[in-house]
């Protein structure tokens, strides 16, 4: 069923706004529009989303459930309840106490861009490798956002555990995927080893 309503327009721009605002989770939504782009991981960029979701909170509450589809109505009920929970758990800021956060958000970047299946592979890799130039920022975001004295014992162990196989997909099965004897192999076997030690 194809749904033309003004709501499903406001909720069109929300997700639109809500993927630019994360294009890694974009990518992992299965939206392509930001393959390229990492998710900004600095202070600014954790302040900017949290304030996007603060913008629209207001809006969806703010609109009366029975003017409304009833499928429309459960979609408003989730986004309010997505909105809220993120709400709740913000003065947590995770971001200053997690630091698995910032060497995931690099491989999640790498593995579902080029886990898509939408484009030939060594366009899905070229625009792996544009993001990837850019993983020293979430490197540099960790050392400025993260607080030692606040980081739990147990995110940092699992942060641990998690970071050798981060490093091993890095290290082997992306730059392995890469045409031979081209520019773009060249390009991941030298990038590749470097973000895999910073993981």
Known sequence: MVRDSPFA????????????SDPVLATIQGVHDFDGVPTDLSAD????????AEHWLPRFEGLD???????????RSLILAALHGER???????????????????VRAAYYGALRDEL???????????????????????????EPAEV?????????????GGAAFLRG????????????ARDLAEMLPALAAAV
């Open 120 to 146: 030939p592979l060594e366009e899905r890799l070229a625009l792996v490798a544009r993001r990837l130039a850019r993983a020293p920022e979430a490197f540099a975001a960790a050392r400025a956002n993260l």
């Open 65 to 75: 459930p029975y003017s409304v589809t009833v499928v429309d109505r459960t979609d």
């Open 173 to 184: 099965p992306l730059v392995a995927q890469a045409p031979a004897d081209t520019a773009l």
């Open 45 to 52: 960029g954790f302040v900017a989303r949290d304030a996007l």
């Open 88 to 106: 709740v758990l913000r003065p947590f800021a995770a971001w200053r106490k997690q630091p698995g956060l910032y060497a995931d958000a690099v």
């Open 152 to 164: 739990p014992a147990i995110w940092l162990d699992v942060a641990l555990r998690s970071a050798p």
């Open 9 to 20: 327009a406001l909720v069109d721009e929300f997700i639109w706004q809500r993927h630019r």
